[in-house]
């Protein structure tokens, strides 16, 4: 390996760290109260070195929204490779994308305004990585079609269509879940209901 390609995985190793720390501080005190001195503290860099990094907390938070969708849909694409069934395969997808990228921000005490700042300054990116996981969940179904593992022949739906529905009904739960196990319980029972609908 180069000097120059080691240098840059060091340095990208650290940004990550400090992404990781930053998702801790945000968490623990959220966004408003959070200052840039709390992360560079968490992250073991100094201010200035972390200003080098990042403009200013909102590019930060940006950055960290990005690498956590970017994360969440690495770990939700390894399990449509698996070797279980098609049906698992696509639930546990959905599941980890919900654990890596969902939960951390709403089991915080500040969820809710952590939400409403991804909203405020990050939408574009969520939407992007939610388009994304679409684009791989309706692959994993269109294969399987052919290969005869499930069927739409009975319901009248695209595969696009059928995982938009989804996930737009996940959404829904996940807006008037009152706790974390109600939340998994009932998307479990939502894409079971689905899936039982295309199953052979």
Known sequence: MSKKKQSSNQKQAKKTSILDAAARVFAQY???????SDIADAGG???????LMFDNKEHLFRELAGYRVELALHNAKAELVTNRVVTTRFI????????????PVANSPHGDELIDVNRNLAADIMTKGRAD??????K??????????VSFQNISLTHKGFVELLLSSIDGIKKNSTSKAEYRKRTQQ?????????QR
């Open 30 to 36: 959220g966004f408003k109260r959070t200052t840039m």
């Open 45 to 51: 860099v100094s201010r200035p070195a972390l200003y």
């Open 92 to 103: 546990n997808a959905i599941k980890t994308f919900e654990k890596t990228y969902t939960e």
């Open 133 to 138: 996981l679409i684009l791989a969940l309706v």
């Open 140 to 149: 994993l179904l269109k294969n399987a079609d052919k290969s005869d593992e």
């Open 190 to 198: 939502l894409m079971q209901i689905f899936l039982n609908a295309i």
